[in-house]
């Protein structure tokens, strides 16, 4: 079967390896849609990593099963989530699924951007969701970036009613415009340093989105809510400046969500004064669990938060490196799929 492994920043190669062949607890899965995550094209992220198969995004058939698998057939159409945790440790019981280790420990083999991958036991009982007909497998291959939302947006608090302040308006920002509009958000603002982002954000129905080339965001966002700051503020970017600028455009009693992980060896300063004496909450949202799947895919399959939303990009496997490149590099790219 054909893969595309990733060596380095901008180095994908298509190469042949053979196929996996399931255990008695384990399935084989044929791909037929993987998204590249913004995680995919961090070069400090996937050099860690590198040399891999990447992609944790995929959608696919069935194809073959092991003896002892009874709740899956070959010819289901499945959602893989590349991890699973245990169920059954602290971290597990606490509903903490990205603390478990087993959690961290699994993977799909050899990864989403091959022909076919292997899914291990932990993962096919622990995460792997049919899809309903209705859901294409390129709605399939957003379960998993839809289900990241899910939790920042569960972890931010009371949503209905909140200001929502979105920074960064690649695909993650568009899709927590998409559930903050549908969980009932009073207003939903958003910024971003690239203006056909900005008016992606408005086509899918924020209120006031500032180009933050265009002067400070916070005292822009200060003049859009009367002075007060955002209820609600998710900082996509992964820099210490994003966090600093979510800090500055937080209300009294609001949320500031660190939806992305900074390089290592990063440091935020903050006024402990302000962060006590205002109330503010610094959380950081990583990943998803199994509990966020399953919500992603009724709004997947609600119609919320669809491929048509945001899929602007769309490769054959063989084109692997021209689809990461567009990924890493085309500021027009929102969401960019390799179909099989
Ligand atoms: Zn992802
Ligand atoms: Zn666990």
Redesign the pocket.
């Given at each position: 079967m054909r893969v595309a492994r990733l060596y380095d920043y901008l180095d994908v190669r298509i190469e042949e390896e053979p196929m996996p062949r399931p255990g008695p607890r384990q399935a084989l899965v044929r791909t037929r849609a993987c998204?590249i995550?913004?995680?995919d094209v961090v070069p400090w992220y996937i050099r860690k990593k590198a040399p891999l198969v990447f992609g944790?995004?995929p959608a696919g058939d069935v194809v073959d099963v092991g003896a002892e698998v009874r709740h899956l057939a070959p010819g289901a159409r499945v959602f893989v989530h590349h991890h699973a945790p245990c169920g059954a440790c602290r971290a597990c019981r606490r509903g903490e699924f990205v603390q478990c280790a087993t959690w961290r420990a699994t993977n799909i083999v050899p990864g989403g951007m091959a022909e076919y991958f292997l899914v291990p036991e932990t993962n096919l009982f622990g995460d792997t969701l049919v899809l309903p007909d209705a859901v294409g497998y390129d709605d399939g291959a957003l379960v998993?970036?839809t289900a990241?939302v899910v939790k920042s947006l569960t972890r931010a608090g009371q949503v209905a009613d909140a200001s929502v302040l979105i920074i960064g308006l690649g695909v993650m920002g568009q899709m927590h415009v998409l559930l903050a509009r549908h969980l009932g958000a009073r207003a939903v603002l958003g910024a971003d340093l690239v203006a056909a982002r900005c008016d992606w954000a408005r086509q899918l129905g924020a209120d006031t989105v500032f180009d933050a080339t265009a002067g400070a965001v916070a005292a822009q966002v200060a003049d859009a809510t009367d002075g007060e700051g955002a209820e609600i503020v998710i900082v996509g970017p992964a820099t210490v400046e994003a966090l600093e600028v979510g800090l500055a455009c937080v209300a009294r009693g609001g949320t500031v969500v660190q939806f992305m992980g900074t390089p290592p060896d990063t440091h935020l300063t903050i006024s402990t004064n302000d962060l006590y004496f205002r109330e503010v909450r610094l959380v950081p949202s990583y990943s998803c669990g199994p509990v966020d799947t399953r919500q992603a895919l009724e709004y997947i399959a609600q119609g919320v938060v669809t491929a048509r939303h945001v899929v602007t990009h769309r490769f054959q496997l063989a084109d692997a490196g021209e689809a990461y490149r567009t990924a890493a590099e085309d500021r027009s790219a929102i969401k960019t799929l390799v179909e099989f």
């Amino acid at each position: 079967m054909r893969v595309a492994r990733l060596y380095d920043y901008l180095d994908v190669r298509i190469e042949e390896e053979p196929m996996p062949r399931p255990g008695p607890r384990q399935a084989l899965v044929r791909t037929r849609a993987c998204g590249i995550c913004s995680g995919d094209v961090v070069p400090w992220y996937i050099r860690k990593k590198a040399p891999l198969v990447f992609g944790h995004e995929p959608a696919g058939d069935v194809v073959d099963v092991g003896a002892e698998v009874r709740h899956l057939a070959p010819g289901a159409r499945v959602f893989v989530h590349h991890h699973a945790p245990c169920g059954a440790c602290r971290a597990c019981r606490r509903g903490e699924f990205v603390q478990c280790a087993t959690w961290r420990a699994t993977n799909i083999v050899p990864g989403g951007m091959a022909e076919y991958f292997l899914v291990p036991e932990t993962n096919l009982f622990g995460d792997t969701l049919v899809l309903p007909d209705a859901v294409g497998y390129d709605d399939g291959a957003l379960v998993e970036p839809t289900a990241c939302v899910v939790k920042s947006l569960t972890r931010a608090g009371q949503v209905a009613d909140a200001s929502v302040l979105i920074i960064g308006l690649g695909v993650m920002g568009q899709m927590h415009v998409l559930l903050a509009r549908h969980l009932g958000a009073r207003a939903v603002l958003g910024a971003d340093l690239v203006a056909a982002r900005c008016d992606w954000a408005r086509q899918l129905g924020a209120d006031t989105v500032f180009d933050a080339t265009a002067g400070a965001v916070a005292a822009q966002v200060a003049d859009a809510t009367d002075g007060e700051g955002a209820e609600i503020v998710i900082v996509g970017p992964a820099t210490v400046e994003a966090l600093e600028v979510g800090l500055a455009c937080v209300a009294r009693g609001g949320t500031v969500v660190q939806f992305m992980g900074t390089p290592p060896d990063t440091h935020l300063t903050i006024s402990t004064n302000d962060l006590y004496f205002r109330e503010v909450r610094l959380v950081p949202s990583y990943s998803c669990g199994p509990v966020d799947t399953r919500q992603a895919l009724e709004y997947i399959a609600q119609g919320v938060v669809t491929a048509r939303h945001v899929v602007t990009h769309r490769f054959q496997l063989a084109d692997a490196g021209e689809a990461y490149r567009t990924a890493a590099e085309d500021r027009s790219a929102i969401k960019t799929l390799v179909e099989f």
